[in-house]
């Protein structure tokens, strides 16, 4: 079965530091996408990153960077100098490339406060 | 530019009351989406659909109805409202030959 699996309920990161979220995914494809959204108390979910299963670079985009290792269908979330404003919920998803249907399963989320 | 807007933001129905809920995007985006989030169970695709005057089920389409008339619309049916429905619905878009998606502000349903 295809799953998304964050471990951390809760996280409390000091501003500025850093901090990683963790995201394990279960599939059986060769071929798939993954994805981080943040979504802040005023409920938009807020695309941030994106990593192809064939990219050989982990995906940055600005203090964002997926740390992708494959072999442990791990998919990490770092955010670095972290800021008030990044206190939300983060979700890691996942598309299958080749799907029934045009298919993202998405994990029960990680709610993150950033203290100052 | 407003991205994906969704309309209303807070609704609330008696049982068996019918709505729709309209979502608008001013992308061009070909791919459009409604999921609902309930607590503890992440987001679920309802409906989808890849271009105007198409529509497709996804993982919890029953008691949900959708239209694409237009390619910037993409509007979400309850034709016959049940309390298991109270929900937050969020629509999404996405660009063809992208994957990610933008998401709607959200809706949040109370069927009492």
Known sequence: AQKITQTQPGMFVQEKEAVTLDCTYDTSDQSYGLFWYKQPSSGEMIFLIYQGSYDEQNATEGRYSLNFQKARKSANLVISASQLGDSAMYFCAMRPMKTSYDKVIFGPGTSLSVIP | ?112
Request: glycine share 10%.
């Open chain 2, 1 to 112: 530019n407003a991205g994906v807007t969704q309309t209303p933001k807070f609704r609330v129905l008696k049982t068996g009351q019918s709505m729709t809920l309209l979502c608008a995007q001013d992308m061009n985006h070909e791919y459009m989406y409604w999921y609902r989030q309930d607590p503890g169970m992440g987001l679920r695709l309802i409906h989808y659909s890849v271009g105007e005057g198409t529509t497709a089920k996804g993982e919890v389409p029953d008691g949900y109805n959708v239209s694409r008339l237009k390619k910037q619309n993409f509007l979400l049916g309850l034709e016959s409202a049940a309390p298991s429905q109270t929900s937050v619905y969020f629509c999404a878009s996405r660009a063809s030959g992208r994957y990610e998606q933008y998401f709607g502000p959200g809706t949040r349903l109370t069927v009492t």
